[in-house]
């Protein structure tokens, strides 16, 4: 008699979402669930408020919006769609974010939810490296810290090329340490470690060059296999990163330069002078031609950016973005390789300390004694090791916790880390001043637990444990939750509340966040920072509007336009002079402009784009190559942003570049290509930006020579079309 089943089968779909959710048949029930709910819960913090921050960078906004509108602008990463110059990085981490905003348009969604994802992603694979050898604990506690670094934050919710970098790095990492687990199939996870690195260089250049000492040489040690095998696989490594990185460089050096955007950040049109030099050596030694307030003095010095210095991680400036668990990695780092000091040369578990503390120290000490141009935000490329060490030293004292030197070296990092969280909470002494003495007390009652109680009860160890690890969090999550709550805006950004960075440059007065640019104001400058929660880039909402035709809070410098009463002239005119007939509306001619005084307002962050000036440049713009043309390539890009026409940034970034040419730039406006000349709001508009007497310069004076003077709403504008 035969029998028939009445069950059934499952569903192939059902079968995928219970291995998804349950995780390896080897792991325990609480496993996969956790490590969904770490990437849950980083998501919809990295989500939260993410509009706030507008356009973020409009320098790299505005390289997304061309290369969502030209396939050439988004190959070469030129900041307008009629490619007249690049952003001074490769376009890697533009490619992302144009995509996106090539398919959904734009918007400050559309732009900076790739970056969540890269974030996400990181805090993915940092778990997967991790857990691999040191348990799925070591690897959420790893991931959880990664998440609630302050600096990874911000950047995961911006717009700078870093949060690429952080995302390649850490899977550069995460492939090497699968090499080195066995002799089979360890060239495969070497090749795209070297894949990794090429497209972090073409991300942000040398910087992801930094930890392949450390990585390249802790495989040729501690890698099973003969040397010469190690050698070799090292070898074919370095050909799959220089694949992956050459052909675009070959591309471009090769591409007649015609008929290509200048390369922006250069000074003779050349990728490999602008790898070498301004985003090369210049930023170890200061000497950066064409920078703003870069060049070394020695003596401790970084220039405009900082003392340098082993203290340079800890400072008021940086240290509130990544060194709250700094002490803690370096802790864990020597415990570590004490515990596995005698292990075989292939040990796997003394390999992942040297490679994750390989890439912190040397990433350190770049950071630490770097002369050129350096900004808090750098520090999210620590953010990983930081996090890996901490996760995978927990793991290995927590094993050895019985023995006496362990769980004394376990309440000592305990206490140093709650000591630290101390003394950094304690750098804004207004914002929450209960949490530090909160931090201080639990992270003293954990350490004293874990020296006594924790090694004679497992699960009272595990209770302090815990509770040392929410002291050592405790701040980093404060200022992480003070970030996300936040809008950032500028070239310039920190994390955390106000008064917890001074925006980068020496001798600046404090800058709340970012909120002031603080750095900036001691030389008189305005713009760049961290805006209001909820406002949009520069007083715009997403879509380019400009609400009240005013300038960002506080900002009433050159360019900006300030908050005027109904029907009143822009401030510092005088009396205009009349409409120009058949203009858009608040297009006037003549009266005395408002910015050719320049100031950093169209520098560092965007100016204001009052609705006139947008209808102006969006009136006959199909008519034209470049709708308009401004010194910097932040004002230029403001403008282009409102508009979604071509702005062409004279001089790039700085305005310092020399691009275009003065004889090229009448080339072009006597071909009709132009239509007009934004003098205000720009880095510098009167003096030729950063570049003094240079071609931004020359430009500026022949135009204002040359053509009819406009005002245009709060801006003052050239009509190239019309000369006197």
């Given at each position: ?39 849950t819960v980083t998501t919809a913090l990295y989500l939260w408020n993410l509009s706030a921050s507008g356009y973020a960078n409009s320098f790299y906004s505005a390289a997304v919006q061309a290369g969502s509108e030209s396939w050439k602008a988004f190959f070469f990463g030129s900041l307008d769609a009629a490619n007249a110059i690049t ?338 909470l304690g750098r804004t002494p207004e914002w929450m001043p209960w949490l530090r003495w909160a931090v201080l007390a639990a992270g003293a009652v954990a350490a004293l637990g874990l020296l006594g109680a924790g090694r004679v009860d497992r699960r009272l160890g595990l209770g302090f444990a815990g509770l040392g690890l929410a002291a ?253």
């Amino acid at each position: 008699m035969t029998t028939v089943s009445t069950t059934a089968p499952a569903a192939p779909g059902a079968g995928r979402l219970t291995r998804l959710w349950r995780g390896r048949a080897e792991d325990a029930p609480w496993v996969r669930p956790a490590f969904l709910g770490l990437l849950t819960v980083t998501t919809a913090l990295y989500l939260w408020n993410l509009s706030a921050s507008g356009y973020a960078n409009s320098f790299y906004s505005a390289a997304v919006q061309a290369g969502s509108e030209s396939w050439k602008a988004f190959f070469f990463g030129s900041l307008d769609a009629a490619n007249a110059i690049t952003v001074d990085k490769p376009p890697a981490a533009l490619w992302p974010m144009a995509l996106s905003v090539r398919l959904f348009g734009l918007g400050s969604w559309q732009i900076l939810v790739p970056e969540v994802l890269m974030g996400v992603a990181t805090v993915a694979v940092l778990y997967a490296a991790v857990r691999r050898r040191f348990g799925a604990g070591a690897g959420l506690v790893a991931g959880g810290v990664l998440a609630l670094t302050p600096v990874a934050a911000l950047m995961f919710r911006f717009n700078n090329p870093d949060a690429l970098l952080a995302l390649l790095m850490t899977v550069a990492v995460y492939c090497v340490l699968r090499a080195l687990e066995r002799d089979g199939g360890a060239a495969r996870w070497l090749v795209w470690a070297g894949v990794a690195f090429g497209f972090a260089f073409l991300a942000k250049t040398l910087q992801a060059f930094l930890i392949l000492p450390p990585l390249a040489l802790v495989y040729g040690v501690c890698a099973p296999g003969t040397i010469r095998r190690r050698i070799g696989r090292l070898a074919l490594a370095g050909l799959a990163m220089l694949v992956s990185a050459g052909w675009w460089v070959a591309l471009v050096e090769l591409w007649p330069a015609s008929s290509r955007p200048y390369v922006g950040g250069s000074q003779n049109n050349s990728f490999l002078e602008l790898t070498f030099g301004y985003n090369g050596l210049g930023r170890i030694n200061g000497n950066e031609v064409g920078s703003v307030g870069g060049g070394g003095r020695g003596g401790g010095q970084g220039g405009g950016w900082g003392e340098t210095g082993i203290g340079r991680m800890f400072g008021d400036s940086v240290g509130g973005q990544i060194s709250w668990l700094l002490p803690a990695a370096l802790i864990m780092l020597v415990a570590g390789l004490v515990v596995t000091w005698r292990a075989p040369r292939t040990d796997t578990a003394r390999s992942a300390f040297l490679v994750w503390g390989g890439s912190l120290l040397i990433t350190l000490a770049v950071f630490s004694f770097m002369a050129g141009i350096f900004h808090e935000y750098y520090t999210v490329a620590l953010a990983p090791y930081v996090a890996a060490l901490v996760g995978m030293g927990a793991a290995v004292l927590w094993e050895e916790r019985n023995r006496l030197v362990a769980s004394a070296t376990l309440a000592v990092t305990v206490a140093v880390t709650a000591w630290w969280a101390w003394s950094l909470l304690g750098r804004t002494p207004e914002w929450m001043p209960w949490l530090r003495w909160a931090v201080l007390a639990a992270g003293a009652v954990a350490a004293l637990g874990l020296l006594g109680a924790g090694r004679v009860d497992r699960r009272l160890g595990l209770g302090f444990a815990g509770l040392g690890l929410a002291a050592g969090l405790a701040g980093p999550c404060a200022y992480t939750l003070a970030t996300v709550d936040s809008g950032h805006q500028g070239s310039i950004v920190t994390a955390g509340p106000a008064g917890a960075g001074f925006g980068g440059m020496r001798g600046g007065p404090g800058g709340g966040g970012g909120r002031d640019g603080g750095m900036w104001m001691a030389y008189g400058f305005p713009g760049a920072g961290q805006a209001p929660s909820g406002q949009a880039p520069n007083g715009q909402t997403p879509n380019g509007q400009t609400p009240n035709d005013q300038a960002p809070a506080g900002q009433t410098g050159p360019g900006q336009g300030a908050q005027l009463p109904p029907g009143a002239p822009p401030q510092g005119q005088g009396q205009a002079q009349g409409q120009m007939p058949g203009a858009p509306p608040g297009v006037e001619r003549g009266g005395m402009g408002r910015g050719m005084g320049g100031g950093m307002g169209g520098l560092l962050n965007g100016a204001s784009v009052s609705a006139a000036a947008k209808a102006a440049l969006q009136e006959d713009a199909e008519d034209y190559t470049w709708a308009g043309a401004a010194i910097g390539a932040q004002n230029a890009a403001s403008y282009q942003l409102a508009t979604e026409k071509p702005v062409m940034a004279i001089g790039g970034f700085n305005g310092s570049d020399p691009s275009p040419t003065l004889d090229a730039f009448k080339r072009y406006v006597a071909e009709g290509r132009i239509h007009y000349f934004i003098a205000s709001g720009g880095g510098g508009g009167g003096a030729g930006g950063m570049g003094g007497n240079g071609t931004s310069a020359q430009i500026t004076a022949w135009v204002q020579e040359t053509f009819e003077q406009l005002t245009v709403g709060s801006s003052t504008f050239y009509d190239l079309t019309s000369p006197k």
